[in-house]
Structures are given as C-alpha cells and as structure tokens.
C-alpha cells in the first residue's frame, strides 16, 4: 500500500494533510465505515480520494450532480489520475465502454448518480470490478430531513451488497444530528467512524441586513471590501438586472446562470475566477466544485430557503484563511416571498399528475416503459405545448424528482466526443483504402493522443477545422463518415437540459405519491424557512452562535466579527468612554467646587457634544452632581 503522505505530495503537492484529513484517510485504510463533516472548502474528497489511491483499487463515488461529477473528474485527469463518470445524456455505448474500462482496471475513480446504480447493467458490471472503496458524496441528500433529498441515494444500501467487506465513506459539508444519525441509518453504516469538524470559520464575518434600498448596500459593500464577490439572487432574470446595473457602475461584472450556453457559462466562470470579472451576480447553479480560494465576499441579494444552503453558499468566501464577509440582504416581503415559495414548493397533487402525465405525452412513453429513458428537455417548449405556467411546472418537476419518479438536470455541457471502434493496423488499412481521410485521421491522433484507442476523449470540431484549414462543416461530415464505417464512435456536443425518467411511466391517475412523507417533508422546510428568518431578523445574538447552534454545535462562543458583535464591541466600548468621562467630570467639579453646564464644556471640548451630554445626564440623574441655587453643578454631598 502505497504512503498517503506520498501521494498527497505526488498529486495534489501539498506537505501535509488540513484537520481532519488524515484521520478520517487512517480510518477507511482500516475498513472502517466513516461519516465525515468538513465545512466547505475543508477538502472532503481529498479524504476518500487518497485512500483509494493508496488500495490501488476503483473507487465508486455516488454524487448527485453532473456539475460536481464533471469538475471532479477534470480536477483528477489534470493531476494524473484516471477517472471517469457516467450520467444521463450519455449514450448506451459510451456507458458500456466506461463501465468496460472499470473491470480492466482503467481507471482509480467512476462517479455515477444514486439512480445509476440501481440499473441492471451497473449492477452487472459491479460485480465484475476489483472495488476497494464506496463514497457517497453530499451524503445529506439521502435524508429526508436534509435541504436537498434525493430519494433515489436510499438504494445505496442495496448497492452495498455487491460489495461485501468495502468500506462507505459517506462526507457532506452540512448537517444537524438528525440528519447525521439518518445518514448512519440510511446507509447501513455499522460501528461507523464519525469525524466532524467545527463548523465555525474563524476568518469569515457573518452580516445581515434589513434595507429597503439594496443597491445602496451593495455598493457600499463593493467600496469597502476589495477584491473578488459573488452576488447570490434567487432568479436568472435579476442576475441579468443587477449585473447590468454593476456595469452601469463602472464595476465589471457578469450574470451566471443555468438559461447561458456552455460556452457562455465556461467563458464568464473563467474571466470571473482569473480576476478579469470582479463580481459574479448569479443563481445557485454557480459555486459547486469551483475552486477560488480569494472570495472576498460572499452577499445574498435573496434569502435561501434554508440554513445548509445559506452556509454552503457563503462559506464560498475566505477559503484562503483571509478576513472574507457574507452578507445576507432582506427586507419584510422576502420573508412572505419564502413562505410563498413553500406554496409552490408542493403543488396541488391533481396538478402533479397532470404535468406528469403531459410528459408521459411529450415524450411518448407508453405506460410500464421508459425506465431510465432520458432525454433533451425544453422547459419553455413544453409549458407552450401543454399551455402550463413556467414557474408552476417548475415547482413540479422538482415536486417530482423529490418523490423519485424523475430527475432534472438544469445544467447539461458536454463537447463532442470520439472513441476510435478499431485497432491501429486497422486503422491503417483504413487510411490506405480512403487516403483523402489520411490527413483527418492523422490530425486527430495528433490532437487527442493514444486515450482516443482506449476511452472517449472530448474534442472540438471549430479547433480541428482551424487546423486544417478547412470550413467546421466539413468536420463534422467527416466525423460522421467515420462514425457511418464503425471506425469511431462519435458523440456530438450537448448543451440541453436532460429529463431522466427513474421508474417505468406510471398511470398518471395511480401515481403513488406518499401522503405522510410528503406531509412530513413539508413541515421540516417551513422549519427550515423559519431558521432562516430567525437568522436575519435576530436582533441582537451572534451570527455564528445561531450558525452553529443549528447545527448542533451547543457550546460556541462568540465570534467577534460579525455585525452583531461589532456592535456590542462598540457599545460596551461606548460604555467605557462613558463611565471615563463621567469620572473625569465629576473629579473637575469636585476639585472647583461647582461649575456651569457650559463651563464644564469648556473644560472638554475635545468631547463630542452627544457623549459629553450622556456622561452629564448620568451624573445628574443618580445625583452625584446636583445643580446649586444659582444653576451650577456641585458634588452631590449626601453621597459618601
């Protein structure tokens, strides 16, 4: 077994491992079952990913986003290290050679959604790889009581089945206990090992503020806080507005949203991260995976629907140790907005079988069919065909990946991709038998390398035409000769939302929807919005006490930084100012015997006049001065 010491200066260059790291690392090498709780930014794949490195065996990492699959398996590619994922949009050949590829020992990580694990070919192919280790990341999606449930991460326990005697490292960024003690449950985690780490972040300085003038507020937040901000807002329309206001400003911005193309969205994620943008106004599609360790400030234009969210956004500020700020804005109406939003959140019931059912329509699904079907999904086109609301069908498809019979994916961005189907002597036969092709096939080994025999690799067709000096059309029709003789496999770029259907179509009238959970499920998010209306509006406590405290961290002292406890500092500053001025004060008059109001002022005309007379009016008010028959102050000679 290779060191871990080792690999982590091999791969990620680092001399040694953050708290918590190593710990958790020592204890799945030990076979153990381990929950681990790392706040955001603390490195929690770093903990599964170094000792499946060190058991040079594959590692199945469940994660329930494709945005997070992607940027994983490009971060480890760039260090080295063979990883690949499988998600909806892929084609049936692509997901056979991938999961092919993971029995020869291709690669040390597959990530795969919950749902993919339940279909007959990954549980085949399971059987078939030499797995050393399971992790479940953003384990909290497999509770009911998390912010994000994921019905389908409950069939992982069955998954575990297949691999008897490996260890599940299950990591997420924020839970309660409850949720804690679900994942433990859930997951089948006997004697687990529980690591978890404060949840405090000692260099971020929490605020909230009520202000009917939130522009105002951002900009005196811009002025005093230099460097690079994400502004969070709830829709894509209000990126576009307040980004464009930023601009207006003279203040470089842009919008980040899931409406962009890729390339829109590649292209402003890296002017942002390599400092030519200064703020980033987007929706929470923004964030997963990016790794900017120089956030100055984190500001939430809306309020979140619950305090895990809340705490993953913001907690994207001062991952580099620094002083960083996140700011939360709100006025009354966004609390009603909130509470409005749980409305939508579960919708009429009739309503939910009527949308599923016009997708049934749309698609074409015969009832008892289309299980694990997935396909390009236009939310605009189908609310137009079926004369739906946007924002009402929003609300239930996301009502219905809850309850597990759909999965949508917002953010879908995948370049073409190729996969040579031949060998190299017969490629070389082929290019003696088609030598106008010779120049092409050549171009392509020369841009993509050996990989392109063993493993799809992506490739842009506007980079080859530029190359050979030829029109992108022309590419494209090459590629698909290519693929029309079985010498490539080609896949052509993707850039549309994919609806996933997870169980065989239902009658939509004998949908089984669960009543009780749905209840249940409903009452912890008005919960969950309440927490977070607390947390604003709280007039006086410490933001990381309420913070952590919902967290289950009982014993947290005051932070000092955030704007509730400036303002104590500053009143029991104030406070000490006073209790100064007022003895200084007294000792005058008792040394002149008495003295007028005005005279006294003369006497300390370095004081501001509103503090000068609060010491005055406290001397005066418990009588330690009184006022002679002449209107002069004099001490108070009753007092001892």
Known sequence: MTDIHEILRKYWGHPTF?????????????????????????????????????????????????????DQVDQLKKRGIRAAAIYSGMSDREIDITLDNCIYGQYSFLYVSPERLTTDLMIARTKKMRVGLLAVDEAHCISQWGYDFRSSYLKITDFRSLLPGVPVIAVTASATQEVRTDILDKLSMKNARVFTRTFARDNLSYSAFRTEAKETRLMTILKKVPGSIIVYTRTRKRTEQIASWLADQKISALAYHAGLSAEGRARRQQSWITGDTRVMVATNAFGMGIDKPDVRAVVHWDLPSSLEAYYQEAGRAGRDGKKAYAVALYHEQDFTILRKELEHKFPDLDFVRRVYQALANYFHIPTGSGHMATYDFNLDQFCATFGFFRTDVFYTLKFLEQEGFILLNEIFDRPSQIKLLVDKLALYDFQLRHINFDPFIKRLLRFYGGEIFTDYVPISESALAKSLHCPENDIYKGLEFLASRN??????????????????????????????????????????????????????????????????????????????????????????ELAALSDRIREFVNESGSASPGELKQYFPETDLAVFSSALNYLIKNEILVYDKSGCLQPNQITP
Not at 534 to 544: E, G
Not at 552 to 560: F, I, L, S, T, V
Request: glycine share 4%.
């Open 18 to 70: 953050r708290p918590g790291q190593e710990d958790a690392i020592r204890s799945v090498l030990a076979g153990n079952d381990t929950l681990l709780l790392l706040p955001t930014g603390g490195g929690k794949s770093v903990c599964y990913q170094v000792p499946a490195l060190a058991m040079g065996k594959l590692c199945i990492v469940v994660s329930p986003l494709i945005a997070l699959m992607k």
């Open 487 to 576: 010498i490539i496999s080609y896949e052509r770029k993707k850039d549309m939302p994919q609806m996933q259907f997870l169980t065989p179509r239902y009658d939509a009238s004998q949908l089984p929807l669960n009543f009780d959970s749905i209840k249940k499920r409903r009452d912890k998010n008005t919960a969950k919005i309440e927490a977070v209306v607390h947390y604003a509006s709280h007039p006086a406590q410490c933001r990381s006490i309420m913070l952590l405290e919902y967290f289950d961290e009982k014993e947290a002292g005051y932070c000092n930084i955030c704007d509730h406890c400036v303002e104590r500092k500053k009143a029991q500053q104030s406070e000490s």
